[in-house]
Structures are given as C-alpha cells and as structure tokens.
C-alpha cells in the first residue's frame, strides 16, 4: 500500500510560479510511474505529468509544456511539480498519483492516489 501526500498548493497571481511536493510511503518500485493530474470545478480530470520512477524519462501535458517541470527524488520518495508561468486556466485541484504500471497517461490506470492540493490563479 502507498500512500500520498500533497503539499504546496495556494493563491498566487497570474504569472507566478508554485511548487508542489507529494511525498510517498510505502514500496515505490523501479516500475512504477509517478503522475499529477489536476481536476478544474466542472471539468474532468486532466493529466498533468508522469515521471518514471527508475529513470529520468517524463511524458507533459501539451497544455503545460515549457511551464511545468516534473521531478523526483527517490533518496526522500518525493515527487514534484515545478509550475511557472501560471495562468487562471491552471486553477484546479492537483493530485499525486502512482501506477504500478509504469508510465502512464490515463488515469485510470493509477493505483494509488493522494487527497489533493488547491492551486488558485488570480488574473
């Protein structure tokens, strides 16, 4: 079992930059992938980012390319999201999620899920 802890979302105004951490516990395997997702009111859930755990290979989102970052340290079984340049569009509710399955885009086939952290952008 794994479980997944967010941390970092906030207000910040359109243009700033957010970081945002998920910290894991439990077995992450070389196999696994480490995605976020966001979910906006009234939209369905988006794929963010994925990063595979064994390897430095990370898949973005078109709608975030060149602002997001994601990244991990496996010494503290961290994932992150380095989110710059933010508009009001990115406004959501951001998750943490792992697949036992390696990378993956559909976030139907995660595993495990965190509780979510709030980002908000004010124009």
């Known amino acids: 079992q794994v479980q997944l802890v967010e941390a970092g979302g906030r207000l910040v105004q359109a243009g700033g930059s957010l970081r945002l951490s998920c910290a894991a516990s439990?077995?992450?395997?070389?196999?696994?992938?480490m995605g976020w997702f966001r979910q906006a009111p009234g939209k369905e859930r988006e794929f963010v980012a994925v990063?595979?755990?064994?390897?430095?290979?990370?898949l973005i989102a078109d709608s975030v390319k060149g602002r997001f970052t994601i990244s991990k340290d496996n010494a503290k079984n961290t994932l992150y999201l380095q989110m710059n340049s933010l508009k009001p569009e990115d406004t959501a509710v951001y998750y943490c999620?792992?697949?036992?399955?390696?990378?993956?885009?559909?976030?139907?086939?995660?595993?495990?899920w965190g509780q979510g952290t709030q980002v908000t952008v004010s124009s």
């Open positions: 999620a792992v697949a036992k399955g390696g990378v993956m885009l559909d976030g139907r086939r995660y595993d495990y």
């Open positions: 439990g077995p992450i395997f070389r196999n696994y992938g």
């Open positions: 990063i595979s755990w064994s390897s430095d290979g990370t």
